[in-house]
């Protein structure tokens, strides 16, 4: 994160790149498509970090460390919960994941934003410890009948798996409310339209910006003089 001098002439270039980062969330309920619109936000903006999470499972043969998970002994993650070095953990299978901390404040600072694809659980515990830098958005289907039909149209789950996937959903959609915007997935384009519209205005809030308090004061100064030499 740049900081912006004090003086009469700075660029929105500028003010951007002073900024800290924020911590975009997305969650939704499975067949609402968050995944696909976390991917395409990904892919079109170049300071936006997908979190990567330490985890304890065993790595596939696919994965590679650092870049889809961070793969680490139960004992050392049962240390990072310990300290307070992890902002969100859940046990998955008998498997743990959490995302470290350290690495989440080191893209904040230097004014990049992170992305989470996460449930409300994990959106919470990330609300405890840092809601200042979260923005959360909520993925809603445009109805139960369509993200039924999105769960068995992807064809990768059993009837059964797919009524629990809904089952869960009941959970999950109670709880939109404590989302700090909601967005229908009717249409994939309007949809991410609408969540990158989210991202562009979050990083312009007033509050992510503090170093814009000397250039705006310096602004003032020299109004101030201006209108003086005036003889206003």
């Given amino acids: 994160m740049s900081e912006i001098k004090s003086g009469t002439v700075v660029s929105s270039q500028e003010a951007e790149e002073s900024r800290r980062g924020l911590m975009l969330v997305l969650s939704s309920p499975s067949g609402a498509g968050k995944s696909t619109i976390a991917q395409l936000l990904l892919k079109q903006e170049n300071n936006l970090k997908m979190s990567v999470s330490v985890t304890t499972r065993e790595r596939r043969s696919t994965e590679e460390d650092g870049v889809h998970y961070h793969f680490i002994s139960p004992e050392k993650f049962e240390d990072m919960a310990s300290n307070g070095e992890l902002l969100e953990w859940a046990s998955v299978h008998g498997n743990s994941y959490?995302?470290?901390?350290?690495?989440?404040?080191?893209?904040?600072?230097?004014?990049?934003?992170?992305?989470?694809?996460?449930?409300?659980?994990?959106?919470?515990?990330?609300?405890?410890k840092m809601r200042k830098d979260v923005v959360s958005i909520f993925i809603l289907p445009p109805s139960i009948a369509e993200m039924r039909a999105r769960l068995t149209k992807r064809a990768e789950d059993a009837e059964s798996v797919i009524l629990k996937r809904m089952q869960t959903a009941v959970g999950e959609m109670s709880e939109w409310s404590k989302y700090d915007y909601i967005v229908i997935n009717d249409d994939l384009d309007r949809a991410y339209d609408s969540v990158r519209s989210i991202l562009k205005a979050e990083r312009l809030r007033r509050e992510?910006?503090?170093s814009m308090a000397p250039h705006i004061n310096g602004m003032v100064a020299d109004l101030k003089q201006a209108v003086k030499g005036n003889g206003a």
């Fill in 208 to 210: 992510r910006i503090p």
């Fill in 98 to 128: 959490g995302t470290p901390r350290t690495l989440v404040e080191e893209c904040l600072e230097s004014g990049n934003d992170v992305l989470f694809d996460i449930d409300i659980k994990g959106t919470f515990q990330l609300y405890d």
